[in-house]
């Protein structure tokens, strides 16, 4: 039988971009999967996009949160499946994704965490960029020599996800990053070269997120990488 994957999507005030993440994980068709939606309380017609799909949904809220990571986070208590992940509301996955993830864990049982390659869609949903995913290593963590892994091509077993005690709320953009490196004194990552989730690169990207990004994995680094 396939594995249960459970999907969180964060939302506020992404409705210009939410509907076409909604339609890339529902169009997945995946028999075996939970889909949850926790939106921040958006005025933006958000929460009329998602009634539209709440028939498809396995839980849906919408109310004031304490940012992206919270509701990741509250997501993630309303799941059950074997397999994790989230997507952000103006991200896509590409097709067949969950079938290819399914596949690779339930054939490879030692596999607790891949990542596939690195894709980006423009503001029109086309695909504008791939690269294969850098091997990646608890090393280059400690030699800091780490690189950027794609959030929305990177699924997790709940195992691992339970035995680093979730993800943590503490910062706004590099949330991602404090889990990969928890999970990394566990467990290697597995790379995929297929073509899994895309990140959209669009006039809302700023680029003094990527700043605060890089200063707050600055500041997660010697936190995870010391020995205590």
Same mark, same amino acid.
């Given at each position: 039988? +396939?594995?249960?994957? /459970?999907?969180?999507?964060?939302?506020?005030?992404?409705?210009?971009?939410?509907?076409?993440?909604?339609?890339?994980?529902?169009?997945? $068709?995946?028999?075996?999967? *939970?889909?949850?939606?926790?939106?921040?309380? /958006?005025?933006?017609?958000?929460? &009329?996009?998602?009634?539209?799909?709440? *028939?498809? @949904?396995?839980?849906?809220?919408?109310?004031?949160? $304490?940012?992206?990571?919270?509701?990741?986070?509250?997501?993630?208590?309303?799941?059950?499946?074997?397999? @994790?992940?989230?997507?952000? /509301?103006?991200?896509?996955?590409?097709? #067949?994704?969950?079938?290819?993830?399914?596949?690779?864990?339930?054939?490879?049982?030692?596999? &607790?965490?891949?990542?596939?390659? !690195?894709?980006?869609? #423009?503001?029109?949903?086309?695909?504008?960029?791939?690269?294969?995913?850098?091997?990646?290593?608890? +090393?280059?963590? @400690?030699?800091?020599?780490?690189?950027?892994?794609?959030?929305? /091509?990177?699924?997790?077993?709940?195992?691992?996800? *339970?035995?680093?005690?979730?993800?943590?709320?503490?910062?706004?953009?590099?949330?991602?990053?404090?889990?990969?490196?928890?999970?990394?004194?566990?467990?290697?990552?597995?790379?995929?070269?297929?073509?899994?989730?895309?990140?959209?690169?669009? &006039? $809302?990207?700023?680029?003094?997120?990527?700043? +605060?990004?890089?200063?707050? !994995?600055?500041?997660?680094?010697?936190?995870?990488?010391?020995?205590?």
């Amino acid at each position: 039988m +396939l594995p249960q994957i /459970s999907i969180v999507t964060p939302n506020y005030n992404k409705g210009r971009f939410l509907e076409k993440t909604i339609q890339s994980v529902l169009g997945q $068709e995946y028999p075996n999967m *939970e889909y949850i939606v926790i939106d921040g309380g /958006s005025t933006d017609g958000s929460v &009329d996009i998602i009634k539209k799909y709440e *028939e498809k @949904l396995t839980y849906w809220v919408s109310e004031p949160d $304490e940012g992206m990571y919270h509701a990741i986070k509250k997501g993630f208590e309303h799941a059950t499946g074997e397999i @994790l992940a989230w997507i952000n /509301s103006d991200d896509m996955y590409h097709y #067949n994704a969950l079938f290819t993830v399914a596949d690779i864990f339930s054939s490879h049982p030692d596999v &607790d965490w891949l990542t596939g390659s !690195a894709t980006c869609y #423009n503001d029109r949903n086309m695909t504008t960029y791939v690269r294969d995913s850098y091997y990646f290593s608890h +090393l280059d963590f @400690l030699m800091h020599r780490y690189k950027h892994i794609q959030q929305e /091509s990177t699924f997790w077993r709940r195992s691992l996800y *339970e035995k680093v005690q979730g993800i943590g709320t503490d910062y706004r953009l590099a949330g991602d990053f404090d889990l990969w490196m928890k999970f990394s004194r566990h467990t290697k990552l597995y790379i995929v070269n297929a073509l899994i989730g895309g990140f959209r690169v669009s &006039d $809302e990207q700023l680029s003094q997120n990527i700043e +605060l990004y890089e200063k707050e !994995a600055d500041e997660i680094y010697p936190k995870r990488t010391c020995f205590r």
